[in-house]
């Protein structure tokens, strides 16, 4: 049914019309509709708008009341555009349920024809691959590891894995790869572009051990011209790519993240066994809770334990009012081994204490696969750093 132009403003109703009427969305002209008539047919209608447009003057309470009402009643693509807008407007837009924003200035034109082509390359979500989220708590080093090497895990047991690195303060997933990508995500996330399957699988670069990166942005890089709509195109076209997909975030505060946490099946928040971080953690789950639909399917993971003197684990999980709190034991020599060398810990030490306990976690939360029997690297350092070193190692292979 084309698109429905959603105000109260009867003037700035008629203005967004005749712009979008001029862009030629769809065969039919816009109609324009009070909230009252649009939450009324919403209902009713048989078959829904293309899409559906919210024009304001400012996006307050009464605006994010009725995408959420919009959002609840139709599968229709949603956009908010209002004349008074900042990066809070668009958080809070795209928090209520809006799949993009538009300011409404002399650019209007143009901006908009731009989302409607983004939402209208948007891969369907039902059909995409399962996607697993993690986030630190407090350290960004603890969740980029977590994310490596559960993606690694992943791959391990099904195949391949894909590993999207949303770490916008400047990813370390390729260089714990030992990976030298040409593209990053910024360069198909800025605004005034659009990204269909082919530019995404031009911009992710192959690991030997199975997964399929987008790396993240430079340290220092320039972020303010990331398109929320986008970073959530991103994720679908690597869901469609994938059956299994890891997205490492450095925090929950950006638009573009909380949209990714919302669509995701399984959020991972990465902490440790003291009280700062167990604090902190308290903190992202209240957030989780409060922002999102996600904390039902939030688990929390606590890396480097096994140390005197840390909180015990059942007294965490009381603590945060969890069932548990699955453990990644402190192993520090296989650890740094893995980022020295630049291969997951899964993978370069295999039999170690974390390594067992990440690719435990993957099968946890991924279909039981039975992995192949893997070779037992013997000796003091592991095989690659003994290599590495000169050094001359044995293999056996498991019993």
């Known amino acids: ?7 109260d403003n009867t003037d700035l109703g008629g203005s967004v019309k005749s712009q979008v009427d001029a862009l030629q969305l769809r065969s039919s002209p816009a109609r324009v509709l009070s909230t009252t008539s649009a939450l009324t047919e919403v209902m009713s209608v048989d078959a829904a708008p293309h899409l559906m447009l919210i024009a304001a003057m400012r996006v307050d309470e009464p605006v994010l009341q009725i995408v959420r009402q919009l959002r609840a009643g139709s599968a229709a693509k949603l956009i908010v555009a209002a004349i008074a807008a900042d990066h809070s407007a668009v958080i809070q837009s795209v928090r209520a349920g809006a799949d993009d924003f538009v300011k409404l200035d002399e650019q209007f034109g143009p901006e908009l024809a731009n989302a409607f082509q983004r939402l209208s390359a948007a891969v369907d979500k039902k059909t995409g691959g399962l996607l697993l989220t993690v986030i630190p708590s407090r350290d960004v080093g603890d969740g980029a590891f977590l994310a490596v090497n559960l993606a690694a895990a992943i791959a391990a047991l099904h195949g391949k894995c894909g590993l999207l690195d949303f770490n ?19 360069d198909l996330v800025r605004r005034r572009q659009s990204v269909d399957q082919m530019m995404f699988e031009q911009a992710v670069v192959k690991h030997e051990s199975g997964i399929e990166l987008l790396a993240g942005p430079d340290l220092f890089a320039d972020t303010h011209e990331i398109d929320p709509a986008l970073c959530r195109q991103v ?25 990714i946490l919302s669509e995701s099946d399984r959020v991972l928040v990465a902490t440790r066994l003291d009280l700062v971080s167990l604090y902190r953690t308290q903190r992202h789950l209240d957030y989780i809770r409060k922002s999102t639909n996600a904390i039902e399917r939030t688990v929390v993971v606590a890396a480097g334990t096994g140390c005197a003197g ?87 292979t498991a019993k």
Not at 1 to 7: E, F, L, P, Q, R
């Open 168 to 186: 916008l303060r400047g990813g370390d997933a390729a260089l714990m790869l030992k990976l030298a990508p040409r593209h990053t995500l910024l």
């Open 235 to 259: 994720v679908a076209h690597s869901q469609a790519a994938q059956a299994y997909c890891v997205v490492s975030i450095e925090d929950l505060q950006h638009a573009e993240q909380i949209g």
């Open 1 to 7: 049914m084309g698109v429905w132009i959603i105000s």
């Open 310 to 396: 840390e909180v015990p684990p059942r007294a965490a999980c009381r603590i945060l009012q969890v069932p548990v709190v699955h453990q990644i034991p402190d192993d520090p020599s296989a650890v740094t081994v893995s980022l020295n060398i630049g291969n997951p810990a899964v993978r370069e030490c295999p039999q170690s204490k974390a390594s067992r306990a990440i690719t435990k976690l993957a099968a946890l939360l991924t279909p039981a696969v039975a992995p192949a029997k893997a070779a037992v690297r013997r000796g003091l350092l592991p095989f690659n750093a003994a290599a590495l070193f000169g050094l001359q190692t044995s293999t056996t």
